[in-house]
């Protein structure tokens, strides 16, 4: 019967032990250029920690990078607001490209054809097999900034 009881004793132990929590655990990728390269559409931001409302067309915003350093963008427009129509949105593709590259976090991306612009700072917050989160200052003007956040799902 000691045996038995020990053996009971033993068994639950060895199960108790051996069941761990996930709760260490994360589906948080390594921020590398590999995990990086693909397409990917914006699904969020948001402007010094407030939510941004999305029009229509902003929603169809992607971005492609690529293996060799490049990538491409779509940041469709509403040409009938453009022409200052009324009437239903019509979004029109404005493509684009340029160059990136990834050092830790720090993504820098330069557009080509955009002269004088010089080169855009972001620090990814988070990437996952389906997640992308970015942070950047946006500057207008000569001294308003403000802190931008965007959120992309891979497609």
Do not use: H
């Amino acid at each position: 019967m000691k045996k038995l009881n020990l053996l009971v004793t033993l068994v639950l132990a060895i199960t108790l032990f051996s069941c761990g929590s996930d709760d260490d655990s994360t589906d948080t990728t390594e921020i590398s250029a590999t995990n990086l390269v693909g397409k990917w559409q914006l699904v969020s931001s948001t402007t010094d920690d407030e939510e941004t409302v999305l029009r229509e067309c902003e929603k169809l915003y992607t971005l492609e990078y690529k293996s060799d350093g490049t990538y491409a963008f779509n940041d469709p427009y509403d040409s009938n607001a453009a022409q200052l129509i009324d009437g239903p949105v019509k979004c029109v593709d404005a493509l684009g490209s340029g160059s990136w590259s990834l050092n830790g976090s720090d993504l820098t991306i330069t557009e080509a054809n955009v002269p004088d612009e010089g080169d855009d700072a972001e620090i990814i917050l988070e990437l996952t097999a389906t997640t992308l989160k970015v942070e950047y200052t946006y500057q207008f003007g000569i001294d308003t900034f403000q802190q931008i956040v965007e959120t992309y799902k891979r497609i």
